[in-house]
């Protein structure tokens, strides 16, 4: 069965039954979109269960031609790197859908740009032709644009446009370089295509591999976003509806990390190693600028909007300490980012719904009156500081433990980032749910209902399997992960061979110091 493919177009053949029912129907167009989110969920789960943990070969591929005559394929396939990725879209999606219930305005409209999302962001993930990726990544840009845009806040025109010049800037150089690797392919093998794996073979001088990454790293950057390319999050997050900032931190944010394991590192080992000093000291600077901002806001969503950029700099610290340890926990804190902030960004779209409000002074004392919102606030909080048990802590231990051991330093300043996350989501917490209750609306607000029950529930169900049991999704992308190191640090080898050594060498010397890839590891929780 063609799996992947089943799970990237269902969404649109919901598309096409959504629009040919009445606009005035939004009930029903609610739950159609609902159900086939539901449906491809439940179609993706054999991708874990049936997932070969020995072969490091990319699995379940599908292979067909579509522009022959320049070498572009239908190529898709997933390792342990993408597979979770994949299953957290396939999760979101349903529970960001069934987020929007209170979306009155172009219902149709909305949902049909949802599922388009849906298709784009898992696209994305299976891609194995740099072609096919480069669409899938411009095809989840319009829909996000267009939730932002359309249902978003007051200044939803803004945030849209600075967020898809910013992306579509991005995604400028990174075209450019996609044509650069297929011509560089020609040239090496005589033959015209796309194939990414095709591209990993390549041998390529340090200055080509060093421009190379520059033009990938720039889009992914802005992606993920790290420091200083961080801007337009903030205002996406605020503006966006709120499925739409689940959905942007959930998944669309990991498209920036998930770039650079999946083409930054095999393609360009030499360039990699060399742009790790800069990499993590941008890494660095954003955890700990993103956790002094967070601490300073008065609007619940801006502060989770910029606790992501002091997050994701933790995830981007741990794929370039270029171990095991440092990218397993890089790759899980992605999915752990995706759980927590989402589940953050739904429990705000939840207050806001009642009090119309973000502010934090606006709140308090919220305790007495939502008990059950306050419990599942409280597990969501701790699990975005990482206490031990839940699946935050995870992530940044393994990602800890990787950069203490490629880099005292780096991980010794990196550290203060979670000690200012206790204190900026202690504190906000603090504030919204206990003290007096010093406004008359707070006195009469509601406890969660059924519908954010379903919501919640399944969210902090992952929190707690991730934080008790990780080795089942650890030890899933092991081989990948190892076969990863071992790739990088076979091109380095090969590359001594063919290239100028000296001339190599000396201009690494200046950029980095000497990084040795750590022989086959397997990490057991």
């Known amino acids: 069965m063609p799996i992947l493919s089943l799970i990237t177009f269902l969404p649109i053949i919901g598309v096409f039954f959504i629009l040919s029912m009445d606009s005035r129907k939004g009930e029903l167009i609610r739950v159609t979109a609902l159900l086939v989110s539901i449906v491809v969920f439940f179609i993706s789960l054999p991708l874990y269960f049936y997932f070969d943990t020995h072969a490091h070969e990319m699995q379940f591929t599908e292979k067909l031609q579509w522009i022959p005559s320049f070498g572009i394929h239908y190529y898709v396939g997933i390792d342990g790197v993408s597979l979770f990725l994949i299953l957290l879209t396939t999760f979101i999606t349903p529970i960001s859908i069934l987020a929007s219930w209170h979306i009155t305005k172009n219902v149709k409209e909305y949902m049909i740009a949802m599922l388009v999302l849906e298709t784009g962001m898992i696209g994305v993930f299976i891609s194995l032709d740099v072609f096919l990726f480069y669409v899938f990544w411009e095809l989840m840009l319009i829909p996000m644009y267009l939730l932002i845009g359309i249902w978003g806040g007051p200044r939803r025109i803004y945030a849209a446009v600075k967020f898809f010049i910013y992306t579509m800037a991005g995604s400028v150089f990174m075209l450019l370089a996609i044509i650069a690797l297929y011509f560089l392919n020609h040239r090496a093998t005589g033959e015209y295509t796309f194939n990414l794996l095709e591209f990993y073979r390549l041998e390529l001088s340090f200055a080509v591999q060093f421009w190379l990454f520059l033009a990938f790293a720039f889009a992914f950057a802005i992606k993920v976003p790290m420091f200083p390319f961080h801007t337009w999050l903030p205002d996406a997050h605020v503006e966006a509806p709120t499925a739409g900032s689940v959905i942007l931190a959930g998944v669309l944010l990991k498209m920036g990390t998930y770039g650079f394991v999946r083409f930054c590192l095999p393609l360009f080992p030499e360039a990699s190693h060399a742009f790790i000093p800069v990499i993590s000291w941008m890494a660095i600077v954003g955890i700990i600028y993103g956790a002094l901002v967070s601490m300073v806001q008065d609007d619940l969503k801006k502060l989770v909007a910029y606790s992501s950029v002091s997050h994701l700099g933790f995830v981007m610290l741990g794929i370039f300490a270029f171990n095991v340890q440092g990218i397993e926990g890089g790759i899980i804190q992605m999915i752990n980012h995706g759980l927590s902030t989402g589940a953050l960004f739904l429990i705000v779209g939840m207050l806001y719904d009642r009090r119309h409000t973000r502010m934090i002074a606006d709140f ?138 000296d001339k190599r060498d000396q201009l690494q010397k200046n950029v980095t110091p000497k990084i040795d890839i750590v022989p086959e590891t397997k990490i057991e929780w």
């Open 364 to 501: 308090g004392g919220l305790t007495r009156q939502m008990p059950v919102f306050a419990t599942f606030f409280m597990i969501v909080t701790l699990s975005s500081i990482g206490l031990p048990g839940l699946n935050g802590f995870v992530g940044e231990f393994l990602i800890l433990v990787g950069t203490f051991k490629a880099r005292i330093l780096y991980a010794s300043i990196a550290t203060s980032g979670i000690i200012l996350a206790a204190v900026y989501m202690l504190w906000m917490f603090q504030r919204v749910m206990f003290h007096e209750i010093t406004h008359e609306e707070n006195k009469t607000l509601p406890d969660i209902n059924k519908r954010e029950f379903a919501i919640l529930i399944p969210v902090v169900i992952m929190i707690f399997w991730i934080g008790i049991y990780p080795n089942s999704f650890l030890k899933k992308m092991d081989t990948s992960v190892n076969h990863l190191l071992k790739q990088m640090g076979g091109t380095a080898s090969r590359l001594s061979s063919v290239h100028n050594r």
